[in-house]
């Protein structure tokens, strides 16, 4: 079992930055790879990025590419989200999931525990 909390959501204007947190419960932590999507008001949910258990292998969405970088740090059983440049567009509730599959995948399906969400809203 895995609980996941995510921190640092809020409000910014465009061009600005964030970072999001995501603070893991359990000693497995470093065995899941770890995931962040994003969903907006009557939208789907979106793959935002990807990281492998061991940090070595990433991966984003077409959109946020180049603006955004995910890391982790296995003995603070925390996974981070920087995101840069941001854009009204990006609005969104940012979700955090932990997959144990290892290797990390753009398909919320392949998660097994997720966040409760933290509000990413972006002013024009």
């Known amino acids: 079992q895995v609980q996941l909390v995510e921190s640092g959501g809020g409000l910014v204007q465009a061009g600005g930055s964030l970072r999001l947190s995501c603070a893991a419960s359990g000693r497995t932590f470093s065995s899941y790879a770890m995931g962040w999507f994003r969903q907006a008001p009557g939208k789907e949910r979106e793959f935002v990025a990807t990281?492998?258990?061991?940090?070595?292998?990433?991966s984003y969405g077409d959109s946020v590419k180049g603006r955004f970088t995910i890391s982790r740090d296995n003995a603070k059983n925390t996974v981070y989200l920087r995101m840069n440049s941001l854009k009204p567009e990006d609005t969104a509730v940012y979700y955090c999931a932990a997959d144990s599959g290892r290797y990390g995948s753009s398909w919320y399906g392949d998660y097994d525990y997720w966040g409760q969400g933290t509000q990413v809203t972006v002013s024009s």
């Open positions: 990281i492998s258990w061991g940090g070595g292998r990433t």
